[in-house]
Structures are given as structure tokens and as C-alpha cells.
């Protein structure tokens, strides 16, 4: 099992937590997918679409048969959705998604697979943060849809109706995890993730983003609030920010700030819509780039002495690129991925890390910005 589990800890005494011995690399990658989650269908053109999934199954698929392992789906429990949820919105959903098509916000849709093709997911993602602590499982990449970084502790929305990443998170935690990290790279602010652990000093929770963009959250000075101040990070990256920029912002700020928080494992709200390609935002990263932060994370998670780095997928609009970015991400999170592109970041980008930086500067110490 992980490290004991104990109270929530300040930001100041998040000191790195050391348990077990330093792992080889992982030989297999834990893989959760399931035909349930094709059956979340809108009733007409979406962004959101099972045709995703084949996308990405295809990008895991291209890791020898040997290299991954497939780990049965089961529904979430009660207990699980209520760790992140509240009552009033498990309820709402209990009532919405009826086996009729609906439309419960202006991008946030439901029909007739949906009910258990969401709770499937979110069992999933449960499954997903348990496995890693178990001892046998170090990495994992779960190939979720419905999305789920966008869902808000009492509220769905931006294709999100619970949230998945969360879920993983406190299953990981019910089974011994002291603290977890959640770095979330998709090219939307996570927004549901930072509603549901802004407070808690026992996750801690990164978010690189374009702005601004939709939800129109996550600035800077957003660091997490009462006894979680210090816990939030926000890199809030200008439109057509590429490799450099993220090498750069996980280089001098993702890194260390791991590093000094010492999680006992790693998730990662894993969209590819920061991909050049995507037509949603407006990004230039390419798959290189997100085999460089993925490996980048599994060297801060095999220095940590435990090597525990879990995906969860969430946004990727463009199919050849969502492809291609999880086959790299998946090739990665076995061997270690590529070094983090060089180079100084573009002006408005180093000002946007320079923000982020000042506002976690009374809790962490990290590198100057170059």
C-alpha cells in the first residue's frame, strides 16, 4: 500500500514524503477502457463524441501487446461520488439522465447511454486511483468518457457531469495515500477539479491553460483558500503558447513545485487540446510535447520513490492528434518520454509564469524564472 494516510497537512509542512523503494520503470501500462463509454452519444453533431475514444484507443494500441494490460470497468459506488459530490447533485442527475436525450447546459449534453457509460467512467477512475496504490500497478491511463475536469463539486457543465480525476484522487487516498497531485494539461482551466480540493492542503493541483479561454477561471492569483492557500497553482498561458513555453513552465514551476509537495502519487487530467492541430483553442503543442511532460512527471514521481503517475483522459477534439498525443503520453509513461523542449518562453508567456510564481511565493520556494 501507499504511505499511511493522516490529516490534512499546510503547504509549509508538505515536505517530499518517501515510501518504498525507488521502482524500475514500469514494464506494463495499467490500461481502463470500457464499450460503455461509446454509449454516451448527443443526439446530433458534438465535439464531445464517442469517435474520441476510438482516437485514443488507437494511440494505446500501438504499444506492444506485451507493454499493456487491460483492467476491468466497474460502476462507481454511492460512496465514491459523494467523496467529491454533493447530495443536491448527485440527485439532479439522478433525475436528468432519465434514458432521454437532454441538454443540461449549453455545451453539456446527455442521452440515452449516458447514466452508465458516467457512472462506469467514474468507477473507472475510482479503479484507476486504487490500482496505484496497491503496489502492483505504477501506471495507468484511463480512456474516460464522459470528461470530468469541468464538474463542479454541486454542478456539471462544459461536458463534464461528474468529475473523474477527483474521484481517482480521493480513492487514492481511501487507499493510503497521504497526498495526491493533480496536474491537469488540458488546454481548458480545470475549474471543477480546483472547486473540489481548493480548500484541502492534502491535494495539490496545477493547472496549465490558454488564456483566456473558456471557463474564464483560473488566474494566477487563484491559489486555493483557508487551510488550502498554497495548494493551487495556475499557469495561465497566452494563446499560441507551444513547446517552449511548456517546457519552460514545467521546467522552473510544475517540477519543483512537485518536488517540494512530495506527492504519493500523480494524476494527470490528461486533454490533448492544446494540440496545434485542435480546433477548440488556439495552442501549438505537438505529441512530442506531451511524451516530454509525461516523462517529465514520471522521473518526479520515480525520485519520490514510488513511480505512481496515473492519466485520465479528458479533452482532444482533433482525432490525429489525439492519437498521436496518447500514444506518445502512453510510450512515455513506460520509458521515461523525451527531455523538455528548451528555450526561453516568449515574452507574454514568461510574464504569465513570472504571475504565477509571485503568487506562490509565500509558500514555496521555487527557481528563478530565466
Known amino acids: 500500500m501507499g504511505c499511511p494516510s493522516s490529516a490534512s497537512i499546510s503547504p509549509e509542512e508538505a515536505a517530499p514524503q518517501r515510501c518504498g523503494t525507488l521502482p524500475a520503470m514500469a514494464a506494463v501500462l495499467t490500461v481502463i477502457d470500457d464499450a460503455s463509454f461509446d454509449l454516451h452519444r448527443a443526439p446530433r453533431r458534438h465535439p464531445e463524441c464517442p469517435e474520441r ?56 449534453y446527455a442521452g440515452p447511454g449516458t447514466r452508465d457509460a458516467m457512472l462506469r467512467a467514474a468507477g473507472g477512475a475510482a479503479e484507476l486511483g486504487r490500482l496505484l496504490l496497491s503496489g502492483e ?6 480512456l474516460l468518457r464522459p470528461p470530468g475536469h469541468h464538474a463542479e463539486h454541486d454542478r456539471a ?60 477561471t483560473g488566474a494566477p492569483g487563484e491559489i486555493g483558500l483557508g487551510p488550502g492557500r498554497g495548494t493551487t497553482a495556475n499557469l495561465a498561458l497566452p494563446p499560441g503558447s507551444g513547446p517552449e513555453e511548456y517546457g519552460a513552465a514545467f521546467r522552473e514551476i510544475v517540477v519543483p513545485l512537485l518536488g517540494a509537495f512530495g506527492p504519493d502519487v500523480i494524476l494527470v487530467s490528461a486533454g490533448f487540446d492544446a494540440h496545434a492541430r485542435d480546433p477548440l483553442a488556439s ?3 505537438d505529441a512530442p510535447s506531451y511524451a516530454a511532460m509525461t ?31 496518447v500514444a506518445a503520453s502512453a510510450s512515455a509513461l513506460l520509458s521515461g518520454g523525451v527531455s523538455l523542449p528548451e ?28
Not at 512527471?297 to 503517475?309: I, Y
Open 53 to 108: 475514444l476510438a482516437a485514443a484507443r488507437a494511440g494505446i494500441a500501438r504499444l506492444p501487446a506485451a507493454q499493456r494490460r487491460a483492467h476491468a470497468v466497474r460502476a462507481v459506488t454511492e460512496a465514491e461520488l459523494a467523496r467529491v459530490h454533493s447530495a443536491e447533485h448527485l440527485a439532479f442527475l439522478e433525475r436528468a439522465l432519465d434514458g432521454s436525450h437532454a441538454q443540461l447546459d449549453a455545451d453539456t
Open 137 to 142: 500497478h505504477t501506471r495507468g491511463f484511463a
Open 157 to 216: 457543465m462544459g461536458f463534464c457531469l461528474v468529475n473523474n480525476v477527483a474521484i481517482a484522487a480521493r480513492a487514492a487516498q481511501a487507499a493510503g495515500a497521504r497526498k495526491v497531485a493533480i496536474v491537469d494539461w488540458d488546454v481548458h482551466h480545470g475549474n471543477g477539479t480546483q472547486d473540489v480540493f481548493e480548500h484541502d492542503p492534502s491535494v495539490l493541483f496545477v493547472s496549465l491553460h490558454q488564456w483566456p479561454l473558456y471557463p474564464g
Open 283 to 285: 495552442m501549438q503543442l
Open 295 to 325: 516523462g517529465a512527471l514520471v522521473q518526479v514521481a520515480e525520485s519520490l520513490g514510488h513511480g505512481r503517475v496515473g492519466l485520465v483522459l479528458e479533452g482532444g477534439y482533433d482525432l490525429v492528434g489525439l492519437e498521436e498525443s
Open 343 to 370: 528555450g526561453r518562453a516568449a515574452p507574454a508567456a514568461h510574464a504569465a509564469l513570472a504571475h504565477t510564481r509571485q503568487a506562490l511565493a509565500p509558500f514555496w520556494s521555487l527557481p528563478a524564472l530565466r
